[in-house]
């Protein structure tokens, strides 16, 4: 497929716990962005990379989550010693253009994520 | 700071009518704006977006939106809607950040 994919697409973890959230982008898409989707609310930006550049952390809630991105293609969401606020539906995005805020945003199916 | 404020949570029409999902932003400078479609258990999809030139755009699913400054407003529309176009609806604004500002969504219901 030549969409967004992201793993797992459900996660039930125990209060305390480390999880791994996985995204794999549109092959070419230089830009990834994570958003956190929370019942009734909108999206919640949390990180956003652009090539080689520095990402912008600065949506990141807390110091328990942290993102990487490995050769400017799959990127993973670490969340640390998992609280139950951190329920939610974890999405990300890619997008092909550099000025990413002017460019079209194509979007995974999300992670759930249940914290018990 | 740009922001966007999309009043109504849920709305509730009947097959065949009229839709108007009502968006309003706040941004110093002309916006770029955008309108996205969830399905239930999918991510979201781009529906329509306006950066400059006519105020009227025009989308897929025979969707559109209308610009306009003076109310600082970009409103959804359909003429006809389907019963598969309940789903929730995203508006988003983004300014000089190259991160776009998504409202809290708007829930469409379709009676049969």
């Known amino acids: 497929g030549a969409g967004v994919s992201q793993s797992p697409s459900n996660k039930v973890t125990e209060k305390g716990k480390d999880v791994e959230l996985r995204c794999d982008p549109i092959?070419?898409?230089?830009?990834l962005y994570w958003y956190r989707q929370s019942l009734g609310q909108g999206l919640e930006f949390l990180i956003y990379?652009?090539?080689?550049?520095?990402?912008?952390k600065s949506g990141l809630p807390s110091d328990r989550f942290s993102a990487e991105r490995t050769g400017g293609s799959v990127s993973t969401l670490t969340i640390q010693r998992t609280q139950q606020e951190d329920s939610a539906v974890y999405l990300c995005?890619?997008?092909?253009?550099?000025?990413?805020?002017?460019?079209?945003?194509?979007f995974g199916p999300g992670t759930r994520l249940t914290v018990l | 700071a740009q922001s966007v404020t999309q009043p109504d949570i849920h709305i509730t029409v009947s097959e065949g009518a009229s839709l108007e999902l009502r968006c309003n932003y706040s941004?110093?400078?002309?916006?770029?704006l955008f309108w996205y479609v969830q399905s239930p258990g999918q991510g979201l999809q781009l529906l329509l977006k306006?950066?400059?030139?006519?105020?009227l755009v025009q989308g897929i699913k025979g969707f559109e939106a209308e610009f306009k400054r003076s109310q600082s407003s970009f409103n959804l529309r359909k003429p006809s809607v389907h019963w598969s176009d309940a789903a929730e609806y995203f508006c988003?604004?983004?300014?000089?950040?190259?991160?776009?500002?998504f409202g809290r969504g708007t829930s469409l219901i379709v009676h049969p």
């Open positions: 995005a890619s997008s092909l253009s550099p000025l990413a805020g002017l460019d079209t945003q194509y």
């Open positions: 092959s070419g898409h230089t830009a």
């Open positions: 990379f652009q090539g080689n550049s520095a990402p912008d």
């Open positions: 941004y110093g400078a002309t916006p770029y």
């Open positions: 306006y950066f400059s030139g006519d105020t």
């Open positions: 988003a604004v983004s300014g000089g950040s190259y991160i776009p500002t």
